[in-house]
């Protein structure tokens, strides 16, 4: 009798633990919920309303679609794709050799003062680390005087500034930090094991790299590129500042589409941007477990 009553409190005092389990976490859900969920689902919603005035009224049209689509609209769409592409390549060729280094090569305590010098930059306003390499590109700034210097070139470079050079360089070094970080966590997460188990059965280092390293960092380097694209893909400030007047890329197309009430179709234009996001954030659940990224942290399948 008293085994079957100690069952069934052992029984209550786990019922009361789970309650309490999905009680914390009922909070961040609704908030997420509230905050992200709720605002995205109002935004395709209104994508499919129509103008009316300054505002727009209830609908059910593919017409925003259709202008974003079908329209000159569709041109920056492939060219922010383009972009996005080459500057999320460009940022894992240069991310991955740092946290390759500071995952193999260095003691933890430094690879982590290091990475923690990555975040400084970030302390600094956004829009003030974009117009810095305004100066720094411009006829007169530090780069073309250097250039002069060394003999590489006689007078100003004008490509330098106001061109898709200059966004390379503001979307590069914008979001090629945010790629460091998973790249390390999952070059760190490696069992060096592994690696000394290939070389002690006569692979060279190169070869271990490409049959070893590489495969297993695979789930850091898609979430790195994910970092990389879907902020580049969607960037309005540094188009503005750094490609001057008329250089258009999804972010700032949509602005443009709100500085003329056209709410509609920068909702269609948004959800767009966020159903490409979504994309790749399913492509990277279907291919690798989160564990291979986030070690024993993530001990559940999303």
Do not use: C
């Amino acid at each position: 009798m008293g085994e079957v009553q100690g069952r069934h409190v052992s029984h209550g005092v786990r019922s009361v633990g789970t309650l309490a389990r999905y009680g914390l976490l009922a909070l961040p859900l609704a908030f997420v919920a509230s905050l992200l969920w709720v605002p995205l689902g109002l935004m395709f919603v209104w994508s499919f309303w129509e103008r009316a005035g300054f505002w727009i009224r209830p609908a059910f049209t593919f017409s925003s679609y259709a202008d974003f689509l079908y329209g000159v609209r569709l041109l920056v769409l492939e060219r922010s794709l383009v972009v996005a592409a080459t500057v999320t390549l460009a940022s894992l060729m240069l991310a991955y050799p740092i946290a390759y280094f500071l995952s193999m090569g260095v003691r933890l305590e430094l690879a982590r003062a290091v990475l923690l010098l990555f975040t400084v930059p970030f302390l600094v306003n956004y829009i003030i680390r974009t117009f810095s390499w305004v100066y720094l590109l411009s006829r007169t700034g530090p780069v073309n005087r250097a250039l002069i210097a060394i003999g590489v070139t006689d007078r100003s470079v004008d490509w330098l500034l106001f061109s898709d050079f200059a966004v390379f360089v503001g979307l590069i070094s914008s979001y090629m930090p945010f790629m460091i970080y998973p790249l390390w966590a999952a070059l760190d997460g490696i069992d060096r094991r592994l690696v000394e188990a290939s070389w002690l059965l006569g692979a060279s280092p190169r070869r271990t790299f490409l049959r070893v390293t590489l495969p297993l960092s695979m789930p850091g380097v898609f979430a790195a590129v994910i970092f990389g694209f879907v902020g580049s893909f969607g960037e309005s400030a540094v188009p503005i500042i750094l490609g001057g007047v008329g250089y258009q890329l999804m972010g700032n197309t949509i602005t443009s589409a709100l500085d003329v009430l056209n709410y509609p179709l920068a909702a269609a234009m948004s959800s767009v941007v966020v159903a490409t996001m979504l994309l790749f954030l399913g492509a990277w659940y279907l291919a690798f477990d989160l564990r291979a990224v986030l070690g024993k942290i993530a001990w559940w399948r999303f």
